[in-house]
């Protein structure tokens, strides 16, 4: 696969169709954004006050969320490079429908080169016209990505965050076990964080404690819902090459039909659909905690 570059745009008017570019987007040996937010500023004023706040809102998210793409660190050769990449585009067209076609991507534009950042942000100044130099992203740790989309809006009145349950709470459970999010709209939907760059003993005792937890949980649903739940393991993708990687593939190959596994950009597209519907609530109730 080669390199390309996607300019971000954003259509100020529905009726002329025009439209400005206010980023960039470069897929090389990483994946790099950068945003002018001064246009955005600028562009505020073109457009109306609910889609002003939503702009900002949603290119920051973007942005987020390629730099967590980027802190995988795969190599263009690697197979889940492409993978990534492709997730990439599906977000992308999900963020133009969300928008309603307020955020747009150009067509990808071809490099013969491999890039690095500071050759990005030559080709971000040029497409947005924004003369300066820009530090590269730091890459984020697990936790402080995960801060960030638990504090979404609204999301703590839909679901339970990080719940501490006792052991004896339901039947089967012998020891306490903290869950990641739970919530319900009919059905009980469980997301638990694994952190796959921890050492082999911590992945599979977490993967060992979330399975019987995920059972213990699936028997409370069948008798009171009389449905079985939905149970996610949220994680980011291992150094590639390391010991962690084959763990992660491994798990894939045996557990995909057991759990949906989900990357931190598909969980946040998760939370921010529960959080804006009423159909969620917290499992608090069922639980009796």
């Known amino acids: 696969m080669k390199p390309f570059l996607i300019p971000i745009l954003v259509q100020t008017n529905n009726y002329s169709l025009e439209k400005m570019v206010v980023g960039l987007i470069g897929v090389s040996d990483e994946i790099f954004v950068e945003i002018s937010y001064k246009k955005v500023e600028l562009i505020k004023g073109l457009i ?16 987020k969320n390629i730099v967590e793409s980027n802190n995988k660190k795969i190599n263009l050769s690697d197979k889940l490079y492409s993978t990534e990449v492709a997730s990439l585009f599906e977000y992308f067209k999900y963020l133009v429908d969300y928008s309603n076609n307020t955020i747009l991507f150009g067509d990808a534009i071809i490099l013969e080169a491999h890039f690095e950042y500071q050759e990005f942000i030559g080709f971000f100044s040029k497409f ?19 801060a960030d989309i638990f504090s979404t809006p609204y999301l703590d009145t839909k679901a339970d965050i990080d719940l501490k349950i006792p052991r004896g709470k339901l039947s089967g459970m012998v020891k306490d076990f903290t869950a990641s999010l ?72 045996v557990k995909k039909d057991k759990f949906g596994i989900l990357d931190l950009k598909e969980f946040e597209k998760h939370v921010i659909s529960i959080s804006r519907s009423d159909r969620f609530s917290k499992l608090t109730a069922i639980l009796d905690i």
């Open 128 to 146: 947005v016209g924004e003369w300066k130099t820009l530090k590269h992203p730091h890459h984020r740790s697990l936790k402080s990505e995960l």
């Open 182 to 253: 739970l919530t319900k709209n009919g059905v009980i939907k469980s997301y638990q964080v694994i952190d796959f760059g921890t050492s082999e003993d911590t992945i599979a005792k977490n993967i060992y404690e979330y399975e019987a937890f995920a059972s213990n949980l699936n028997e409370l649903s069948m008798s009171r819902l009389n449905v079985s739940g939905v149970y996610n393991i949220v994680s980011r993708l291992p150094e590639p090459g390391s010991v962690q990687m084959e763990i992660y593939r491994e798990f894939l190959t």
């Open 48 to 63: 109306s006050g609910s889609l002003s706040s939503f702009l900002k809102e949603n290119l920051a998210i973007l942005k």
